[in-house]
């Protein structure tokens, strides 16, 4: 992983980690270490806060989502993760 960007009102703390692989538990992971990708309707997957972010112990599991834009001949890849809300929303900005 090179970079990391978040928005200006992202209240959470990553777990990223330049020169690092994707965490484990997420789509970033699965594409580079699997060689999974997902199409259609699967292209937005859940996954849980503690799979990119720092969680408090008394924490409750938390739902986020994925979406991962991979070009295999370039080995490269960008994911975008939120907590709520619609993917759709996020491309048509």
Do not use: H
């Not at 594409?31 to 259609?40: E, I, L, P, T």
């Not at 806060?49 to 991979?70: A, G, Q, R, T």
């Amino acid at each position: 992983m090179k970079w990391f960007k978040k928005s200006d009102d992202w209240r959470y703390y990553s777990l990223f980690n330049k020169g690092f692989p994707p965490p484990s538990g997420t789509v970033a992971q699965e594409v580079f270490q699997k060689g999974m990708s997902y199409y259609g309707d699967d292209r937005t997957q859940q996954i849980w806060k503690n799979d990119w972010f720092e969680v408090k112990n008394d924490e409750p599991e938390i739902k986020f989502y994925e979406y991962c834009l991979y070009v295999p001949s370039l080995n490269y890849m960008i994911s975008a993760i939120w907590e709520k809300g619609n993917i759709t929303s996020f491309l048509n900005q």
